[in-house]
Nanobody
Framework: QVQVVESGGGLVQAGGSLRLSCAAS????????MGWYRQAPGKQREMVAT???????NYADSVKGRFTISRDNAKSTVYLQMNALKPEDTAVYYC??????WGQGTQVTVSS
């Protein structure tokens, strides 16, 4: 069994910053692909940022230059540093482990 737990969401004003964390535990390998996705009300879930086992990163065009994904392999944890937040970044942010396992999500709300 694998558990994926996100933390760090909250309410922030436009232009502000938040840092999300995601820890995987249970029957895992410490180095595995992980990623952040988000789903806004009435919209489909979309990829925000992913990081491969080797550390290669990929970002949605809408967050390039503002968000940074990183990982701590020793802790099986991935982070999402979000800067210059916009109201359109408001969504539930989900963490994914190995393209299979999902966390419960953390709400990010950006006020204008």
């Amino acid at each position: 069994q694998v558990q994926v737990v996100e933390s760090g969401g909250g309410l922030v004003q436009a232009g502000g910053s938040l840092r999300l964390s995601c820890a995987a535990s249970g029957n895992i390998v410490s180095i595995a692909p992980m990623g952040w996705y988000r789903q806004a009300p009435g919209k489909q879930r979309e990829m925000v940022a992913t990081i491969s086992s080797g550390g290669s990163t990929n970002y949605a065009d809408s967050v390039k230059g503002r968000f940074t994904i990183s990982r701590d392999n020793a802790k099986s944890t991935v982070y999402l540093q979000m800067n210059a937040l916009k109201p359109e970044d408001t969504a539930v942010y989900y963490c994914n482990y190995k393209f299979v396992f999902w966390g419960q999500g953390t709400q990010v709300t950006v006020s204008s």
